[in-house]
């Protein structure tokens, strides 16, 4: 059998969640720091394509916020940032709103659990 993957391009965010006070468990499991103070923390996921956008979207949200950045893949389009739930929403809620304005994005609603 042969698989063939393909991105499809275009300007978008796809996702843009954020978990309100998540297990400790998984910050464990998604390497993040485990000093953080787990019963006042969120973590936010965000994919967005094209997949060099993730390191806009890190600076973008490291200014809005005191967030820390987890985790940033230029090839994946992946950012993962943590802190308080005030400093995530605020840090997710300034790079959708930046991709949406200034870039032409199609953007996600931020979405929460």
């Known amino acids: 059998m ?5 991105i499809v391009p275009g300007k978008q ?3 843009a969640h954020i978990i309100a ?4 468990i998984l910050y464990q499991k998604l390497g993040l720091d485990p000093a ?8 936010g996921i965000v994919t967005m394509s094209p997949s060099e ?4 979207a890190g600076d973008i949200a490291t200014k809005a916020s005191g967030i820390e950045l987890g985790f940033v893949d230029r090839f994946s389009g992946t950012l993962i940032v943590t802190g308080t ?6 840090a997710l809620r300034a790079l959708v709103d930046y991709a949406a304005a200034a870039l032409g994005f199609t953007v996600c609603d931020i979405t929460r659990t």
């Open 2 to 6: 042969r698989i063939i993957q393909e």
């Open 13 to 15: 965010i796809t996702i």
């Open 21 to 24: 006070n998540p297990d400790e």
């Open 36 to 43: 953080v103070d787990y019963s006042q923390s969120a973590i």
């Open 53 to 56: 956008t993730a390191i806009i």
């Open 85 to 90: 739930v005030s400093d995530v929403e605020a």
